[in-house]
């Protein structure tokens, strides 16, 4: 399963103080749904940092213990409300599923997967360098003045701007 959702044209707005409690508010419908077999639930994406302009979808990132075994978390997020919209075993075992009431993207990720580290350190980076955020938010808006078959091909163009974040965020000192 794996829906490349079409795009057309990508819609940034500026930052809105309430994502924070929305997110608030999804991390406890997930909490209540899955109890202890949620490990960990993270705000990421652009929308977990103030200031920066986003897609107005919240991004969290869940983690469990064993993201390939969808019986331990597909029932009660659906029950939830978040629908199984992608499923990439080839991509570090990634699910993700999407919610309505706000927009969410909720991506599934094992305990221990390098790629949650990776979202959290450039989480953390952009809300602590102002310069580096202002370069990932100039990036965004001018990469959306495009028309984008899918959504993820607006994500891979900013990639080579993202590594360069990266590699300042895990340079020493």
């Not at 399963?1 to 924070?20: C, F, H, N, T």
């Not at 659906?78 to 075992?93: D, T």
């Not at 599923?97 to 991506?107: E, I, M, S, W």
Request: proline content about 6%; charged content about 30%.
């Amino acid at each position: 399963m794996q829906e490349r959702a079409p795009s057309g044209k990508i819609v940034l707005v500026d930052y809105d103080p309430r994502w924070p409690e929305l997110f608030q508010l999804q991390s406890e419908r997930i909490r209540a749904a899955l109890q202890s077999k949620a490990l960990r639930i993270e705000h990421t994406g652009s929308t977990s940092v103030p200031g920066l302009a986003a897609k107005p979808v919240i991004d969290i990132t869940l983690v469990v213990a064993d993201s390939a075994d969808e019986p331990a978390y597909l029932h009660p997020l659906e029950s939830a409300g978040y629908v199984l919209r992608i499923r990439e075993p080839e991509w570090h075992q990634h699910r993700m599923f999407k919610g309505a009431d706000p927009q969410v993207n909720l991506h599934v990720f094992s305990a221990g997967c390098s790629e949650i580290e990776r979202m959290l350190r450039f989480r953390d980076w952009l809300r602590e360098h102002s310069a580096d955020r202002d370069l990932y938010e100039q990036t965004k808006r001018a990469l959306a003045q495009g028309e984008w078959e899918f959504v993820q091909n607006y994500a891979d163009a900013k990639t080579e701007v993202i590594e360069a974040i990266l590699a300042r965020a895990t340079e020493p000192g």
